[in-house]
């Protein structure tokens, strides 16, 4: 397993609000560990509550009792303890703290058992499998465009330009009781897994993404044109990746 992770201010942006975590070792029960999350709030409100859901998330995962032989549904189960408890201490933060009032992030985190994804996600950063014949999106955006879309009242297509398309359902830390989706998936067949912010998926289509993530380059250098790519788009908002290749070699 290899991996690379970058993240960029963009071109509009004067700070960055993005963060990312990548651990191809054991982190406390789990055989490795990789977040994605994009803040939100007024002042550096966004960039605290990304922050910390990162810090307290990998708090937990740590302290957590190591299962004797931790399953899929054990570290599924972890990972969606672990961004329930970040939600509430990102909430009690922005409740007692005026400056931090409203804050939230989304919060997408998974980690690779064997031949196996598993996942926790909160709003609307995404991961993907990526294949050389194809590339899906295995979260779901909580958005109210995607509930829109789910409905049958607009197309995929009109999504994408939808101007109440970033406006989101469900984040980390605006809500005690909001819970994660915890989902497992197969990684038969996948070469390549991302999580990435919107400022990526905004920018750049599925298909250009697919084609970057399958150049015969280094996992380095494919970061980093996916990083450029939505720069050259317009890098509107801070922009964030993980490549992980799951498996050979690094190219």
Do not use: W
């Amino acid at each position: 397993m290899h991996v690379s992770g970058l993240t960029d201010t963009g071109q509009v942006r004067n700070h960055n609000e993005d963060v990312l975590f990548h651990s191809t070792e054991p982190v406390g029960p789990l055989p490795n560990l990789f977040i994605v999350a994009d803040g939100m709030g007024g002042h550096n409100a966004g960039e605290v509550a990304s922050s910390k859901s990162l810090e307290h998330c990998c708090n937990f995962i740590r302290n957590s009792t190591d299962p004797v032989s931790a399953t899929p549904n054990d570290i599924r189960d972890i990972l969606v303890a672990a961004a329930q408890q970040a939600n509430r201490n990102v909430f009690e933060l922005s409740v007692s703290n005026r400056e931090y009032s409203g804050m939230g992030t989304t919060f997408s985190a998974c980690a690779i058992i064997g031949n196996t994804l598993v996942v926790a996600h909160i709003g609307d950063s995404r991961i993907y499998t990526i294949s050389p014949g194809g590339i899906t999106q295995i979260t779901t955006d909580h958005t109210y465009v995607e509930e829109m879309v789910q409905a049958g009242k607009i197309s995929r297509s009109e999504a994408r330009t939808h101007p109440r398309r970033n406006v989101l359902t469900k984040v980390l830390g605006c809500d005690p009781m909001t819970a994660a989706d915890g989902t497992i998936h197969s990684l038969e067949g996948v070469d390549s897994v991302l999580l990435c912010s919107d400022g990526l998926t905004d920018m750049i289509t599925d298909e250009q993404i697919l084609e970057i993530v399958t150049q015969n380059t280094s996992i380095e250098a494919r970061s980093e044109v996916l990083i450029n790519a939505a720069n050259q788009e317009g890098g509107r908002d801070n922009i964030t990746a993980i490549i992980i290749d799951v498996k050979g070699d690094a190219h």
